[in-house]
């Protein structure tokens, strides 16, 4: 029977993975169709080849700090991981329905930390994990900002010398399909090693591995194969939003956006800190809007995100603490 | 006003803000954000002014008319 339990909630966590692909995969590929330069059907295939490959670039650090830094290990059982996923998956197709890029890892946390709070009280929370996470929820978008604008500003001075803005977009326009893939490659790292971590830690909670455990290289291939299917499938309420209703954006905007966010994901990966792809890709598209001018960035539709980020952990929490409930009930 | 500076200083400030909550090991990226951002205000606002400031001819030419 528990054999049954772990194989269907590692079926949950892949599952969980599979909607992170669906509902991200706008972030990857958002500035490549609304600049035009790749169909969404193509644009969709190339993001879920790099979400891939991700894993023979980057470790899986990640993945050790949800299994291991965001609750005590005696808290963790098939029912708390099980109530965790369902929350944050609740919440991803809630702001999905809404067409809001709301952050499934943030989700993911929330759900987490709401059902082992549920069955063990407070103090199963690690505050220094929680602390490692919580800060960069704000820093990682601020970085985007900083690196878009940067990048921005450092391109557009380069350039200059062009007189004719169409002949500088041409010329970025193929160069956006390896910011992109960069893009991809970051989020399939940063989001994939997320579940990668949900099963490690289903797999310890079971005890077929060690508390000290690597991740077996099954689970990584399967969160990778995961991700990459659910990008695959594609999200396109979101793609609306982030590839035009934030800031309009040129190829070359799409390029420094997109290597500004590559940049941020790269790092935060190898250092082992799970941060949201939506946030990041977001910060860098104002990041490249505000290089013009501030008013080039459309600050209802940039605040209605910020609202579903604040949303995002007490709410995924919340239905992730009375799935708990539930399942210990029956 | 240059409200692009003013962002900029609001992110610095916020980034500063989350300097005792963040682990010892990682605060060295809130103490460069700020660096950075604060640097950003400073370069948003030169180049507010210079893009405001009236062109020597042009107050010239009014001067002359007047």
């Known amino acids: 029977m528990e054999t049954f339990a772990l194989v269907f909630v590692v079926a949950v966590a892949l599952g969980f993975d599979f909607v992170n692909g669906f509902h991200d995969s706008a972030n990857s590929i958002a500035t490549v169709v609304s600049t035009r330069v790749l169909s969404p059907r193509l644009a969709v295939l190339w993001a879920a080849v790099f979400n891939f490959v991700a894993f023979l670039v980057f470790g899986t650090a990640v993945a050790s700090t949800i299994a291991k830094d965001v609750v005590t290990q005696e808290v963790l059982s098939i029912g708390v991981i099980f109530a965790g996923l369902i929350g944050a998956i609740a919440w991803n197709l809630i702001t999905f329905w809404f067409g809001l890029p709301s952050s499934s890892s943030h989700a993911l946390v929330g759900g987490m930390a709401g059902a082992a709070v549920a069955k063990g009280g407070g103090h199963v929370l690690l505050l220094t994990g929680l602390r490692k996470i919580g800060v960069f929820i704000v820093l990682a978008p601020l970085i985007g900002v900083a690196l878009g604008f940067i990048l921005m500003i450092v391109t557009l001075w380069s350039a200059h010398r062009t007189k004719k803005v169409e002949r500088l977009n041409r010329r970025f326009r193929h160069a956006q399909l390896v910011s992109a893939a960069a893009y991809s490659l970051g989020h399939g790292a940063n989001d994939a090693q997320k579940t990668m971590g949900i099963i490690l830690a289903l797999l310890i909670a079971g005890g077929h591995v060690r508390p000290t455990g690597e991740v077996p290289l099954w689970v990584v291939l399967c969160a990778h194969s995961a991700i990459a299917l659910g990008t695959l499938t594609g999200g396109w309420r979101i793609v609306k939003t982030m590839g035009s209703k934030i800031t309009r954006l040129q190829p070359v905007g799409g390029v420094c956006a997109e290597t500004a966010g590559a940049v941020t994901l790269f790092a935060a990966s190898h250092a082992g800190i799970p941060v949201s792809t939506t946030h990041t890709i977001a910060g860098s598209i104002v990041g490249v809007g505000s290089a013009r001018r501030l008013s080039a960035v459309r600050w209802e539709v940039a605040g209605r995100v910020v609202w579903a980020w604040i949303l995002t952990i007490p709410a995924a929490a919340a239905v992730a603490a009375a799935t708990y409930g539930l399942v210990a009930a029956l | ?66």
Do not use: C, E, Q
């Open chain 2, 1 to 66: 006003m240059d409200r692009r500076a003013i962002f900029f200083l609001a992110a610095a400030a916020m980034s500063a803000a989350l300097w005792p909550l963040a682990t010892p090991d990682k605060r060295w990226v809130n103490v460069w954000l700020s660096v950075t951002y604060v640097v950003l205000a400073l370069a948003s606002f030169a180049d507010f002014v210079s893009l405001h400031r009236p062109a020597k001819g042009a107050a010239k030419r009014s001067d002359d008319t007047a």
